[in-house]
């Protein structure tokens, strides 16, 4: 599943005075089997960028491709159905907490493969998978969604994504709201996911996150892409001027080359690869 | 966001937008009034209607109202177009035979008059709902909600809780766009776990609605206990004495715009109550007259209202 993005700009309310552009010619290139992480000040077009991966918006210029789906305005080229991209991409969005309805969990999780023709038997076995893997009990499955936290709902909410067996994840900020335990989790089983082959896109604020799981890095200003790198070329040039903040741990690594150490930058991704690093460094 | 945008206040800075919402809400009561007026004959009804639509189009056409806004929010009435014909033709009625017969199905015959009934009622919900866009375009929650409040101070006399019903609208109106946003976003979610909200028979369109309305009602109730506990947090006494940071003024333009509205509907009451007393060809003919006579004037008056207090 490449993911392209050929000169993209989307406008909301295009010809009102509610006009408001969000995109503007972004052009975009996800490898399969990536993990990308997408960084940048709120309101700088990620969630808007996001949309355009399923087909939840079409672009007002430029196209979109994935796989072999194209969307656009122009009518001869764009794909009419989008049900099967959708299947394909599986989308977590920002509050994905709020998208809960039915009556147990259980039934929560098997709505998507349900929707998509999955058998009612098939739909219960990769759902009771799915929520095992977001570290849900087996106690709760029948429990009402709503008499769940704030966080576990988040959890159900992306098992109900990932029993629909996406080959592309895409997860707008899904550890906001989560305790530290919780974040780490999560994000080790995304990296499992990405790890079985499927290209995991997520947004963050966390720039730590971005170092320790990401392998590609976009970083978005002002509706535009202004740098795709790793994370550790990112966070050893100065990223200032795209208003990033640098995780704790290179500023702790660069701090250690200051004071005279040898450590490899490109290395360091969190705490026990700073530990070999520094363990690397002394044997020297 | 984009989608579901009607019934929402457009910020352009026409006329409309400029008048008192106290102006604009007598006027949305006047004009109603005289759109459901009734006649004794369907010609007289259908041209009186049709003066009225234009003046309503007109205002439109002022307001910047986008004419894919207006048929967005006409799109719930086809179900009901459709519901009116048939009621009107089974449904028989004094003096059906006045007009002829249409056709005939299946040895029932169906009257002139069961279709210009439903012509006349479709006209006027159309009407009345361009009415309210209007005003809920080109008037801010805000100000609405000052305007009910100010039509609402008699009922003080009765110790009415005025303020607290104001508030209550202020705040329902306030959170229409965004329980809409919500929708959206909820849409988009359900959208991406495959459900087609578009297409699909009507149980999977059942099905749809209810993977919306539930997360949507359960986060309206979360909202409103958020709400009620940061109303408190600031001390909100809903007995309290309040001032206004923004007042509407009644201005000359009011005062003419409301005139100029008031004559119209005084010049529908007339016609009817003439029409209703004889019923003549000439009479017709003469509240034909009349009835133009009355909105051409007042548009000269319109006219050179605006021209004049330019040059001033």
Same mark, same amino acid.
């Given at each position: ?6 000169d993209?700009?989307?406008?909301y ?19 399969e ?16 960028l996001i949309q ?15 796989d ?13 159905k ?8 599986g ?16 039934k ?6 349900l ?8 739909a ?32 159900v909410?992306?098992a109900g994504i ?26 080790n ?10 290209t ?13 799981y ?38 702790l ?32 | 966001?984009?989608?579901l ?21 007598? *006027?949305l ?5 005289a ?20 003046f ?22 086809w ?24 056709w ?11 279709i ?21 375009q080109?008037?801010k ?21 005025t303020h ?7 705040? *329902?109106?306030?959170f ?5 946003d ?6 988009? *979610? ?7 909200f ?6 999977e ?7 919306l ?10 909202r409103?206990?958020e ?12 007995k ?8 509407p003024k009644?201005?000359?333009?009011d ?20 029409n ?8 017709f003919?003469?509240?034909?007259l009349v009835?133009f006579?009355?909105?051409i ?5 319109g006219?050179?209202y ?7």
């Amino acid at each position: 599943m490449q993911i392209k993005f050929l000169d993209v700009s989307y406008t909301y309310s295009p010809k009102t005075p509610y006009e408001f552009n969000a995109l503007k010619d972004v052009n975009l290139d996800i490898k399969e089997g990536s993990f990308t992480g997408i960084v940048g000040k709120t309101g700088c077009g990620k969630s808007t960028l996001i949309q355009h991966l399923n087909g939840l918006l079409i672009p007002t210029s430029g196209e979109v491709n994935v796989d072999t789906y194209v969307l656009t305005t122009n009518k001869k080229r764009r794909t009419k159905k989008l049900k099967d991209l959708r299947k394909k991409v599986g989308v977590v969005f920002q509050f994905s907490e709020n998208q809960l309805f039915e009556e147990t969990i259980l039934k929560d999780v098997m709505f998507g493969p349900l929707n998509f023709g999955a058998k009612a038997e098939d739909a219960r076995k990769i759902s009771i998978e799915c929520l095992k893997k977001v570290g849900i009990p087996e106690s709760y499955f029948e429990k009402s969604p709503f008499e769940l936290s704030g966080g576990e709902k988040r959890r159900v909410a992306i098992a109900g994504i990932l029993a629909m067996s996406p080959d592309v994840l895409v997860l707008d900020e899904p550890t906001a709201g989560l305790d530290p335990t919780g974040t780490k989790e999560i994000m080790n089983l995304f990296k499992t996911i990405n790890e079985e082959g499927k290209t995991v896109i997520f947004v963050t604020h966390d720039m730590s996150l971005v170092l320790e799981y990401a392998t590609n890095v976009i970083v978005m200003k002002d509706k535009e892409i202004v740098k795709e790198a790793t994370p550790a070329e990112l966070f050893i040039e100065n990223q200032e001027e795209y208003n990033l903040e640098t995780p704790q741990i290179s500023l702790l690594a660069k701090a250690l080359i200051d004071k005279g150490l040898k450590l490899d930058l490109t290395k360091v991704k969190d705490i026990s690869s700073l530990v070999d690093e520094i363990v690397k460094g002394r044997a020297k | 966001m984009a989608r579901l945008s009607i019934g929402r206040y457009v910020a352009y800075d026409t006329f409309i937008h400029r008048l008192d919402p106290r102006n604009k809400i007598l *006027a949305l009561i006047l004009l109603m009034v005289a759109i459901f007026f009734q006649f004794s004959t369907y010609e007289v009804t259908f041209i009186v209607d049709g003066i009225l639509a234009l003046f309503i189009f007109g205002l439109m056409i002022v307001s910047k109202i986008r004419f894919k806004d207006f048929i967005k929010s006409l799109s719930a009435l086809w179900f009901m177009i459709l519901l009116l014909l048939i009621i009107n033709i089974f449904i028989p009625g004094p003096n059906k035979e006045a007009y002829g017969v249409a056709w005939t199905m299946w040895n029932y015959d169906v009257y002139w008059a069961s279709i210009f009934q439903s012509i006349k009622i479709t006209i006027r919900l159309i009407l009345m709902i361009s009415l309210t866009l209007i005003l809920t375009q080109t008037t801010k929650p805000l100000d609405l909600t000052f305007a009910f409040e100010w039509f609402l101070a008699p009922l003080k006399l009765f110790k009415f809780p005025t303020h607290v019903v104001a508030m209550t609208l202020s705040i *329902a109106l306030r959170f229409i766009p965004t329980i809409l946003d919500e929708t959206h976003r909820i849409m988009n *979610a359900q959208t991406s776990r495959g459900v087609d909200f578009k297409h699909g028979k009507f149980v999977e369109k059942m099905h749809a609605i209810v993977s919306l309305i539930v997360p949507l009602f359960v986060s309206a109730f979360e909202r409103s206990d958020e709400l009620a506990d940061a109303m408190e947090a600031r001390g909100y006494n809903p007995k309290g004495k309040r001032t206004r940071f923004r007042k509407p003024k009644w201005s000359f333009k009011d005062s003419v715009s409301l005139l100029y509205v008031s004559a119209i509907t005084a010049g529908v009451v007339v016609v009817s109550v003439l029409n209703l007393a004889i019923t003549s060809d000439l009479f017709f003919a003469f509240s034909l007259l009349v009835e133009f006579a009355i909105f051409i004037i007042f548009v000269l008056i319109g006219i050179f209202y605006t021209t004049f207090r330019r040059k001033v």
